[in-house]
């Protein structure tokens, strides 16, 4: 058995790169209803975050304030939600996800709700290139 | 404007109380559906996690983690489910819900899927004292 990182195809599928911060691999989920990011801790076989250490745990918390402060930023959005669920993918993956308002979701949480919208290539690429310069990802 | 901490009125009208940890009070959310808790941190008038300071949040995660092994522990749960929403009750309030296959909601998140059906009050008082045993809570 590998003690590998490597990502859930199901999360490979559903998002775009970003790139890497210490303890997460960031993607941006392909769905431009919601300006939506995910966190993956590059541990191999976890699914919950008390599989973290404590150590590990105090760097999620802190990627997670500075992906969601980074993502309020860009979009100027009115709510912040934040969620690690994974009930179908079990990989540990935290939701940070940029609400507005009247969303196609409000003021529901956004899963299930409305089928993925994929971005435009340019425009996907456009935000990805915006979240590398605000995170430093080089 | 008091700057002092209160509990938004559909939080006391959804919950009972456990107790207090060292940053957040504790609450059961009153579903005999879902074994489900919520953790309010002690501080007025905030609704994001970013608007804790970086060392509240490492108390944060922390109470997070013990919360979920408690939960884990005394419910046996197949997946644990962590999120901070708030877009309907904005004071900021992490929900740490237990997680079954078959559960009424699953694999869905649990907002909005099923009524709350409130537990009797012996169940409600033995779950809530268990919590508070396992948690050191006096």
Request: with cysteine; glycine share 4%.
């Given at each position: 058995?590998?003690s590998?990182?490597?990502l859930?195809?199901?999360?490979i599928?559903?998002s775009?790169?970003?790139g890497?911060l210490?303890l997460?691999?960031?993607r941006?989920?392909?769905d431009?209803?919601?300006?939506?990011?995910?966190?993956?801790?590059?541990?191999?076989?976890?699914?919950?975050?008390?599989?973290l250490?404590?150590?590990?745990?105090?760097?999620?918390?802190e990627?997670?304030?500075?992906?969601s402060?980074?993502?309020?930023?860009?979009?100027?959005?009115?709510?912040?939600?934040?969620?690690?669920?994974?009930?179908?993918?079990?990989?540990?993956?935290?939701?940070?996800?940029?609400?507005f308002?009247?969303?196609?979701?409000w003021p529901?949480?956004?899963?299930?709700?409305?089928?993925?919208?994929?971005?435009?290539e340019a425009?996907?690429?456009?935000?990805?290139?915006?979240?590398?310069?605000?995170?430093?990802?080089?």
């Amino acid at each position: 058995m590998s003690s590998a990182f490597t990502l859930h195809p199901q999360i490979i599928a559903d998002s775009i790169a970003v790139g890497d911060l210490p303890l997460c691999h960031l993607r941006l989920m392909n769905d431009a209803g919601f300006p939506w990011l995910l966190l993956i801790p590059k541990r191999a076989e976890i699914s919950e975050i008390i599989e973290l250490d404590a150590a590990e745990r105090a760097v999620l918390i802190e990627e997670i304030a500075t992906v969601s402060q980074v993502l309020k930023s860009l979009t100027g959005c009115d709510k912040l939600n934040v969620a690690a669920l994974g009930n179908m993918v079990t990989q540990l993956h935290i939701h940070v996800i940029a609400r507005f308002k009247g969303d196609p979701a409000w003021p529901k949480p956004v899963w299930g709700q409305v089928p993925a919208r994929p971005y435009a290539e340019a425009v996907a690429a456009d935000l990805v290139s915006q979240l590398r310069i605000l995170l430093s990802i080089s």
